[in-house]
Antibody
Framework: QVQLVESGGGVVQPGRSLRLSCAAS????????MHWVRQAPGKGLEWVAV????????YYADSVKGRFTISRDNSKNTLYLQMNSLRAEDTAVYYC???????????WGQGTLVTVSS | SYVLTQPPSVSVAPGQTARITCGGN??????VNWYQQKPGQAPVLVVY???DRPSGIPERFSGSNSGYTATLTISRVEAGDEADYYC????????????FGTGTKVTVL
């Protein structure tokens, strides 16, 4: 079965960096676009970034553009999110998720919590 | 960027029908997906491509989309349907391809 497992979350000071990872299994990872979606405490879902199946295209939400970088290693079945210059407002649970275009985002990880605080 | 607007909350008695709207500019021309999220859990896709259901999702969940409004309908509501619901579209017109709605809390009375 499809499994997505995020890791790398934790408490970090404002201005510092963190890298999240998402290990994929149970499907052919290299065939799917992948997203990072976050949810601040008590708030709604916020799309963060998407990467095409082959890494050829990447798009970002305005709130993270220039600070976050999405990448993938298809040989390791792993998705990444490099987060730099972190701010308090980046505090959230970060989910990785598999995209199936018109069929929606059909698989989500359990999420990893990032807390930005001094 | 594209904006999707949902009512903050919907209340419904068990056995009745809940309708959750998602408003957006000419949303009828887009494919809409719906997600259910229960507290402490990841979202779950309940309707995709306006009105299709993933395997394992009860027929009680249905969707429609026309004009400026998409709607998720939950028939014969059960206590277990109490959750937050989000609509979502792909917006190919700009640099922000994925958009989520503001979310609706469904309360079962």
């Amino acid at each position: 079965q499809v499994q997505l497992v995020e890791s790398g979350g934790g408490v970090v000071q404002p201005g510092r960096s963190l890298r999240l990872s998402c290990a994929a299994s149970g499907f052919t990872f290299r065939n799917y676009g992948m997203h990072w979606v976050r949810q601040a405490p008590g708030k709604g879902l916020e799309w963060v970034a998407v990467i095409w199946y082959d890494g050829s295209n990447k798009y970002y939400a305005d709130s993270v553009k220039g600070r976050f970088t999405i990448s993938r290693d298809n040989s390791k079945n792993t998705l990444y999110l490099q987060m730099n210059s972190l701010r308090a407002e980046d505090t959230a649970v970060y989910y990785c998720a598999r995209d199936r275009a018109a069929r929606g985002i059909d698989s989500w990880g359990q999420g990893t919590l990032v807390t930005v605080s001094s | 960027s594209y904006v999707l607007t949902q009512p903050p909350s919907v209340s419904v008695a068990p056995g009745q029908t809940a309708r959750i709207t998602c408003g957006g500019n000419n949303i009828g021309s887009k494919s809409v997906n719906w997600y259910q999220q229960k507290p402490g859990q990841a979202p779950v896709l309940v309707v995709y491509d306006d009105s299709d259901r993933p395997s394992g999702i009860p027929e009680r969940f249905s969707g429609s989309n026309s004009g400026y409004t998409a709607t998720l309908t939950i028939s014969r509501v059960e206590a277990g349907d109490e959750a937050d619901y989000y609509c979502q579209v792909w917006d190919s017109s700009g640099d922000h391809p994925l958009v989520f709605g503001t979310g609706t809390k469904v309360t079962v009375l």
